[in-house]
């Protein structure tokens, strides 16, 4: 879907921002851009969509160089969600989000239909916002207005750069909940900057660790965790590694390793689905609750703290032992 081929950048200064950057994008995947700062991420996104031209190197959409394709043709098939939104303020909230429709020539009727749909799916009723100003929001609902706009043209492919990086914490956890929510029905192609480690680990299919220009590690968030490529990855997320381990593991993949039943009924124990991470029932177990009956197909497991720890540790033994 989206290919760099020895993409390589210099400004003025000489600096090197990106230094012969390959990697491709899959079709409905989400790659996640993570490093330090200053190591050329945000300049990898803009040159997709060619706010920045690359000084070497090809860049792909669609089997077709980008070179080859006009700058705002290319960018009304690209959506672009920022940090700060960057609304117009003369613009009604319902006319921010249909200006890539209107601009595609799409007919009034679609335009309202699909900005309306939009704006309830995240949580923006259209009766008590559709008039409104940008001033008259507040920083989140700004920024879902942001999202909104540019998914309203359903483009293919979505650019996000510190798309929640301005807001609170709570603000951006609802904020990004929603959107994953939304994303999920449509499958978008996304690559997106963050420098939130958790951020990245819970919206990310694959994430790629830059450093000074270049690619550290492209992988899944299990194979940089559990197999770093060099000392410089495992020290990257040494910092939050115990809550990105716990979130990278679906309890499915520690199962084998917890006390199996086949008795489901269980009174006053929480039930939690196998395909939730072990941070979820972690959270459940350090909030006062003692057990959880998890599903496992016909089966289940009742289990505390204790089991869920050490079925980690095994897991996370097995996993070096069988990918080195």
């Given at each position: 879907m989206v290919s760099l081929s020895q993409v390589t950048k210099r400004?003025?200064?000489?600096?090197?921002?990106?230094?012969?950057?390959?990697?491709?994008?899959?079709?409905?995947?989400?790659?996640v851009l993570l490093g330090t700062s200053g190591c050329g991420k945000t300049t990898t996104l803009r040159m997709i969509n060619r706010l920045i031209q690359p000084d070497a190197g090809e860049i792909h959409i669609h089997n077709k160089p980008i070179s080859a394709i006009p700058p705002a043709e290319l960018r009304k098939g690209i959506g672009y969600v920022m940090q700060q939104p960057g609304l117009f303020p003369h613009y009604t909230i319902?006319?921010?989000?249909?200006?890539?429709?209107?601009?595609?020539?799409?007919k009034s009727k679609d335009i309202?239909?699909?900005?309306?749909?939009?704006?309830?799916?995240?949580?923006?009723p259209v009766a008590n916002y559709a008039h409104k100003y940008a001033h008259e929001l507040s920083g989140g609902q700004q920024q879902?207005?942001?999202?909104?706009?540019?998914?309203?043209?359903?483009?293919?492919?979505?650019?996000?750069?510190?798309?929640?990086?301005?807001?609170d914490p709570a603000t951006r956890l609802h904020v990004r909940n929603d959107f994953m929510e939304l994303e999920a029905s449509t499958k978008k192609t996304i690559i997106?900057?963050?420098?939130?480690?958790?951020e990245a680990f819970c919206m990310g299919n694959r994430i790629c660790l830059m450093h000074e220009g270049k690619i550290v590690q492209l992988g899944t968030p299990a194979e940089l965790l559990f197999a770093p490529a060099?000392?410089?990855?495992?020290?990257?997320?040494?910092?939050?590694?115990?809550?990105?381990?716990?979130?990278?593991?679906?309890?499915?993949?520690?199962?084998?390793?917890?006390?199996?039943q086949t008795d489901n009924e269980q009174d006053n124990i929480p039930v939690i689905s196998s395909s939730d991470s072990c941070w979820k029932a972690l959270e459940w177990l350090t909030q006062g609750q003692e057990k959880l009956l998890i599903k496992t197909g016909n089966n289940c497991c009742v289990v505390d703290k204790t089991h869920i720890i050490d079925a980690i540790h095994h897991f996370k033994t097995e996993y070096k032992t069988t990918h080195g």
């Amino acid at each position: 879907m989206v290919s760099l081929s020895q993409v390589t950048k210099r400004f003025e200064n000489d600096h090197l921002a990106v230094d012969s950057l390959s990697l491709t994008v899959k079709e409905g995947e989400t790659m996640v851009l993570l490093g330090t700062s200053g190591c050329g991420k945000t300049t990898t996104l803009r040159m997709i969509n060619r706010l920045i031209q690359p000084d070497a190197g090809e860049i792909h959409i669609h089997n077709k160089p980008i070179s080859a394709i006009p700058p705002a043709e290319l960018r009304k098939g690209i959506g672009y969600v920022m940090q700060q939104p960057g609304l117009f303020p003369h613009y009604t909230i319902e006319q921010n989000i249909g200006i890539v429709p209107t601009l595609l020539g799409w007919k009034s009727k679609d335009i309202q239909q699909r900005v309306h749909t939009l704006m309830n799916q995240l949580h923006l009723p259209v009766a008590n916002y559709a008039h409104k100003y940008a001033h008259e929001l507040s920083g989140g609902q700004q920024q879902r207005v942001g999202l909104a706009r540019a998914m309203a043209g359903n483009p293919s492919i979505l650019l996000m750069d510190e798309p929640f990086g301005a807001l609170d914490p709570a603000t951006r956890l609802h904020v990004r909940n929603d959107f994953m929510e939304l994303e999920a029905s449509t499958k978008k192609t996304i690559i997106m900057v963050t420098h939130d480690m958790e951020e990245a680990f819970c919206m990310g299919n694959r994430i790629c660790l830059m450093h000074e220009g270049k690619i550290v590690q492209l992988g899944t968030p299990a194979e940089l965790l559990f197999a770093p490529a060099n000392d410089f990855v495992r020290s990257f997320f040494d910092s939050h590694r115990t809550l990105l381990e716990w979130q990278v593991i679906p309890l499915k993949n520690i199962e084998k390793w917890l006390p199996l039943q086949t008795d489901n009924e269980q009174d006053n124990i929480p039930v939690i689905s196998s395909s939730d991470s072990c941070w979820k029932a972690l959270e459940w177990l350090t909030q006062g609750q003692e057990k959880l009956l998890i599903k496992t197909g016909n089966n289940c497991c009742v289990v505390d703290k204790t089991h869920i720890i050490d079925a980690i540790h095994h897991f996370k033994t097995e996993y070096k032992t069988t990918h080195g």
